[in-house]
């Protein structure tokens, strides 16, 4: 029952942004990363951006000074601010979370299934 669902995603033209959301369907008891990753079709599977449970960031290369990732605690949702799009953007997004849902349990790494982002030229 526990799953993470994103949304967001959608066809856009080169040079205009998009917000993806992910949110959490179950309780969390502590986060150590949630993150966003994508895939292109025929590519490995890449990282986008991560923000850890003390708010720290990180971003590929190819997305910095474009993308935006944050957080709302209370309602167990990351956020992916996506500016600036360019085709090369184009790839099957999914959200990852490295969490803890109770107190008992051990980390695990939840993927989502994943939303569509298509860039235009």
């Known amino acids: 029952q526990w799953q993470l669902v994103e949304s967001g995603g959608g066809l856009v033209q080169s040079g205009w942004p998009l917000r993806l959301s992910c949110a959490a369907s179950?309780?969390?008891?502590?986060?150590?990363?949630m993150g966003w990753y994508r895939q292109a079709p025929g590519k490995q599977r890449e990282l986008v951006a991560t923000?850890?449970?003390?708010?720290?960031?990180n971003y590929a290369d190819s997305v910095k000074g474009r993308f935006t990732i944050s957080r709302d605690n209370a309602k167990n949702t990351v956020y992916l601010q996506m500016n600036s799009l360019k085709p090369e953007d184009t790839a099957v997004y999914y959200c990852?979370?490295?969490?803890?849902?109770?107190?008992?349990?051990?980390?695990?790494?939840?993927w989502g299934q994943g939303t569509q982002v298509t860039v235009s030229s």
């Open positions: 990852n979370a490295n969490v803890r849902r109770t107190s008992y349990s051990a980390n695990y790494n939840y």
């Open positions: 179950g309780i969390i008891f502590s986060i150590k990363t």
């Open positions: 923000i850890t449970g003390g708010g720290n960031t």
